[in-house]
């Protein structure tokens, strides 16, 4: 029994935390880990569990989040349309609330007196994790051992040897990689360099848009009230719905996103993503909206989704003003309802038709041919009132435009 008592440790499987977890442990803390399954690809819990124990662990926990990832953080990002710096999908910074919320329920049943994840001193996920779990259990304390630790890599990795903790047997990858169902994040290494084109061993969830197949797919999305619910007719719960879109996406090279970024603490970085569904959902989604919401409440929104993509990078998921827009993107969705058509094609989802029940859309009004039902002798009233402000100006101002005019 460690006597300062248990601390619930985010745990990856990796070096980093199996490190942790032994240093923790030395520190006189009992460990319990907690490694979560949001849809990161190579997943193998049971083996996380065990290594988990090998390395100290008095419990480990692995659990399947996938659900409450999607049902909780990314629909309502989709209903907000949210993306950081219009470009970002935030998938990393999406799960980093849900491990928040999850280290802190499992404390609370175990009677831990803190949380540890696994973050470096220089990152934005520190922030967010230590942020939402204050927010959700101010009691609670969160450490940070691979910050304080001051270990170099070599000695981290004697640190292991020396304590058998097992060390993983695949290359080390030049990149820094976080991953989930929303997408795919890749840092570091030769990306370092805003001159380099990401190399191609970066990517993983989708291919390189030249070598995609040279026939387009199409897709179709079904939409209830913001969010998606069949494809291709098919119903389907989200997180199936995610996961064959991802790898239909992917096959078809959708989703790949090369960006400065930049960062709460205040630089910038160079970020490559893939999210292939997350990219093909936010196309299909901003494309019903235009189709079903009212234009000032597209405007209003716009400026409030600006707002959602920054609070959710910044580590304000859980805030009074991030529950206040939630209630508004809500009221939005009512009637974003129907049906959006796409097609793949060679690293583009594009949007190719659209049908509403619940459509602003009216052909009458919108068409120049026969049937018509547009007043047009009524304009002649409107431009008269419309442009009024603008002529008394110009009849108080006089104002002189210039004007030149050339005869052939
Ligand atoms: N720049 C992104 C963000 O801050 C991605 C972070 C990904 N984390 C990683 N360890 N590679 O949300």
Redesign the pocket.
Known sequence: MGDKGKVVLAYSGGLDTSVATMWLTEQGYDVITMTADVGQKEVDLEASKNKALHSGAIKAYVMDLRKQFVDQFVWPALKSNGMYQGT?P?N??LSRPLIAQTLATIAKKEGAVAVAHGCTGK???QVRIEVCTNALDPKLQVLAPVRDWHFSREAEIAYAKEHGIPLSITAASPY???ENMWGR?I?CGALEDPWNEPPEDAFDITVAPAKAPDEPEFVEIAFEKGLPVALNGEPMNGVTLIETLNAIAGKHGVGRIDMI?DRLVGFK?R?VYECPAAMTLLAAHRAMETLTLDKQVIACKKVLETKFAELT?EGYWFSPLMDAIGAFNDETQIYVNGVVRLRLFKGQAVVCGMKSANAIYKHDLATYSEGDAFDHAAAVGFIKIWGLPIKTWQQVHQKQVPMEISCL
Request: no cysteine; charged share 30%.
């Open positions: 970002y935030l990393s910074a990152g934005q996920d820094s990689i976080d994040s840092e970024e970085s970020e990078y």
